[in-house]
């Protein structure tokens, strides 16, 4: 576990690093997708908040992305992003109940994948609704925090990237994955 946790403290610290590289243009270019509505809807669904349906939202990703360019590691991995995320909105934005639905939106550009997940919850006791911070890894080994706050960390490190959204209405983590062979790449992609 420790090594595991070593290796996923190693591959954000190299993502920073590439991220801070890139921060001006990488910004700029998905400003210009989001303002040009390069972004298509390939599927959105409404899941009850009840425990379990986080295999629903993985399940419907899965045949929505079933013929792009990534390869099944990264499909699972954006799976797994989705369920954990799914199961974040179920639990701590709705309550588990069923009557308030996780809205599941996933979209497609021509390099990327777009997952939105979002709840209907009280956002001011959302984990996203104040800026994320990544668990310390020594600190929970030691005991010392809480063994819970895995999720986003998790999340954030099997995808591209990882976005908090909240309005007065909703909590929206959105979750973008890079096709494979475009100039942003993820490193995953190559594994």
Not at 47 to 71: F, H, Q, T
Not at 89 to 96: D, I, L, Q
Not at 179 to 184: V, Y
Request: hydrophobic share 35%.
């Amino acid at each position: 576990m420790a090594a595991f946790l070593r290796r996923l403290q190693q591959k954000r610290h190299n993502k920073r690093g590439r991220e801070k590289k890139q921060a001006q243009p990488e910004a700029k270019a998905q400003e210009s997708t989001n303002e040009t509505g390069d972004w298509r809807v390939l599927d959105t669904r409404q899941i009850p908040s009840e425990v379990g349906n986080e295999r629903l939202a993985m399940s419907y990703v899965a045949e929505a992305v079933k013929n792009v360019p990534l390869s099944e590691r990264r499909k699972d991995q954006l799976g797994t992003a989705v369920a954990e995320a799914t199961m974040n909105a179920m639990e701590h934005g709705n309550h588990y109940n069923p009557e308030m639905p996780v809205t599941l939106q996933i979209l497609s550009s021509d390099d990327a994948i777009a997952v939105r997940i979002s709840d209907q919850g009280d956002n001011g006791s959302l984990p996203g609704a104040t800026p994320y911070e990544a668990p310390d890894i020594e600190a929970k080994l030691a005991e010392l925090q809480s063994p819970r706050g895995w999720g986003l960390f998790l999340i954030q490190n099997m995808v591209d990237e990882m976005h908090v959204l909240n309005d007065e209405h909703t909590h929206t983590i959105e979750l973008i994955v890079r096709l494979e062979g475009g100039q942003h790449t993820h490193q995953h992609a190559s594994g």
